[in-house]
């Protein structure tokens, strides 16, 4: 029991020992620290640019960011911020460049006051690199293109929509430089898919202007995408050919008469679709021109409540009986 007790306050003590240790040897470490921050360093800050003061309708073409390098000499305790933060300075485009036909040009001695500013009085600035700055610019300019649907929708089996999807709005205007706008002719909506699709649509979709440069601008960021989704069947119809082309005096003999039509359309539709919306046409000029014995029939569909049609046979033969 009393060899219990030793040992536990043996225990203490040397925790003691060290606990006081550890709090004279931060003590010391904090002093140290101290010391140098207090020093004057000479160190080198990386700034992105960013333009003040550029007109609404001139935009900056370079591809990237420029940045200028600005050796400093200044206290340990100053220096701390610029390596958390991303250091920016705000180039004043109006009063520190001079412009030349389609450029702006900053030199370091322009802009080296409004550089010292932002830094503040504690801190010198020993040099800037570049010291020049070539900034060309373009005129802004809108074009007016398409969007295109980036997706893949797969209905249910036997529902399908009528009328395809709508896009609302369903162009955009580009806004950027002349050079740059020109090279686009469409706008993709970001990939969307959608499986065993049985209702109707109706979603907000973003635009993607990923792979072009970040110095366009749209009109619009997103866009409506509706479809009505509905019950689809197929039905079949006989459909009579129709020979054009033929001359007066000419007597044909052709084979089939008719041709199975199997179309696609709604159920709610179904009822009003007749023999009448769809046509078969046979050409005899064309099958002259092409030396052919037969027919190419050609279906011609008359109603837009129809998805799809197609023939069962794809060639009418024929012969001149007189």
Not at 38 to 52: C, D, L
Not at 81 to 100: C, G, P, V
Not at 221 to 250: C, S
Request: proline residues 4%.
């Amino acid at each position: 029991m009393l060899n219990s007790i030793k040992s536990k306050l043996l225990k203490s003590v040397k925790n003691k020992r060290l606990n006081v240790f550890g709090l004279f040897f931060l003590i010391a470490f904090l002093i140290l620290v101290v010391t140098k921050l207090s020093e004057t360093y000479v160190e080198t800050i990386p700034f992105n640019i960013a333009y003040n003061n550029l007109p609404d309708t001139n935009i900056i073409t370079l591809d990237s960011t420029p940045k200028v390098n600005v050796t400093v000499s200044t206290h340990g305790f100053n220096l701390l911020s610029y390596y958390f933060y991303s250091n920016t300075y705000k180039l004043d485009i109006e009063n520190h460049t001079t412009q030349k036909e389609n450029t702006y040009l900053w030199t370091a001695d322009k802009g080296l006051y409004s550089l010292q500013e932002q830094l503040g009085k504690t801190v010198k600035i020993v040099s800037v690199k570049p010291d020049t700055l070539v900034l060309p610019f373009g005129i802004l300019s809108t074009k007016t293109v398409p969007v295109v649907l980036k997706s893949k929708i797969h209905y249910a089996s036997g529902y399908d929509t009528t009328n395809g999807v709508k896009i609302i709005p369903d162009s955009v205007k580009i806004i950027g430089s002349q050079q740059e706008i020109s090279k686009i002719d469409f706008i993709e909506t970001k990939p969307f898919d959608l499986n065993q699709i049985k209702t109707d649509i109706s979603t907000t979709i973003g635009l993607e202007l990923a792979n072009k440069s970040e110095r366009l601008k749209l009109s619009e960021d997103k866009v409506q995408i509706n479809a009505n989704v509905e019950k689809f069947t197929e039905g079949t119809f006989e459909i009579p050919i129709t020979i054009l082309n033929k001359p007066n005096a000419m007597e044909l003999n052709y084979f089939p008469k008719h041709i199975k039509v199997a179309y696609y359309v709604s159920l709610e539709a179904y009822n009003d679709i007749k023999v009448t919306d769809f046509k078969i046409e046979c050409d005899y000029k064309e099958a002259l021109q092409l030396n052919n014995s037969f027919f190419t029939p050609q279906l011609i569909s008359l109603s837009e409540q129809v998805k799809s049609a197609k023939m069962k046979q794809n060639k009418v033969e024929f012969i001149i009986v007189k």
